[in-house]
């Protein structure tokens, strides 16, 4: 690339690069990333991780090119659930995260470094957060139409770092019936709006049961509140996700990318793409 080239680049305005460096920085760069979405909640338990998955499984069978970075370093399950175990490889651009087996879903997670995924990671927070900037930053994404952040649960060092650092496009609500769960959820939401991180919508997960025999639905953690907390927030709901047997295991098996319910996954997808224009703080 020519010392001038810059000029004439559709990229113009929206990388790091210089003209002498442009294709060799192993950042990734928000002009190779269309769209880069955080999975919160504040909440830990209401089902983050899979939110996340299945979004992505969702996404990719439409035909996108999908990314997860897995920003809970203490906690990480991508890898679990969709089936990767192949270690990052190293490249002049930067470290190569491993795809998913069914259908090549990008993956990166501190799961993938370990020797033994049972091991503890006890690191204090400043290492943390500076790992999950090194998760985008260091890591060769490539192409793809929207990377997904799986976030941890609190507001602390590891949100705050993608908030701060990462070019992110919006935020989606993980919630679930019970008040409690509201409760904290909102000071996700609430964090969000102070760092000016669009909402883009809620999903209310393991919303109901459905009993496999007379097919009757059972509200296990109560009545929804899905309704109340998209209208307080002025924000869109996206998805209300049943309490499925279905999916935790597959996902204990690390297939669930196989998980075929186009009357669940369909709806999710078309509510997030459709969610282009976000309520910003």
């Not at 793809?144 to 941890?152: A, E, F, Q, R, W």
């Not at 919630?175 to 509201?182: F, I, K, M, V």
Request: proline share 8%; glycine share 10%.
């Amino acid at each position: 690339m020519s010392v001038n080239s810059c000029e004439s680049c559709s990229q113009k305005g929206t990388c790091s690069s210089t003209p002498e460096t442009c294709g060799l920085l192993p950042k990734s760069g928000k002009g190779r990333i269309r769209k880069i979405v955080a999975v919160g909640s504040g909440k830990g338990g209401v089902g983050k991780s899979s939110v996340s998955a299945l979004l992505a499984i969702g996404l990719a069978r439409k035909g996108q090119k999908v990314g997860v970075l897995d920003a809970d370093i203490t906690g990480p399950s991508i890898p679990k659930l969709l089936g990767v175990r192949a270690l990052p490889e190293g490249s002049p651009l930067g470290i190569v995260p491993p795809k998913s087996p069914v259908l090549g879903i990008s993956v990166m997670s501190i799961n993938l470094l370990l020797d033994d995924v049972t091991k503890p990671v006890v690191w204090r927070g400043p290492i943390i957060a500076n790992t999950v900037k090194q998760f985008y930053e260091e890591v060769f994404w490539g192409e793809l139409d929207t990377l997904i952040v799986d976030l941890p649960p609190g507001t602390s060092d590891a949100p705050l770092t993608v908030m701060q650092s990462l070019p992110l496009d919006g935020m989606v609500i993980v919630t679930s019936p019970q008040e409690l769960a509201g409760m904290v959820v909102e000071k996700a939401m609430n964090m969000a709006r102070m760092l000016d991180v669009p909402i883009l919508g809620l999903v209310e997960n393991m919303a109901y049961a459905v009993c496999p025999h007379c097919s009757e639905r059972w509200d296990l953690f109560g009545p929804s509140h899905l309704d109340t907390l998209a209208k307080k927030w002025s924000v869109e709901k996206l998805a209300s996700l049943p309490l499925d047997a279905f999916i935790s295991r597959l996902g204990d098996k690390g297939r669930l990318e196989e998980y075929d319910n186009p009357g669940l996954l369909d709806p999710l997808v078309e509510a997030f793409c459709a969610a282009g224009n976000p309520v910003a703080g």
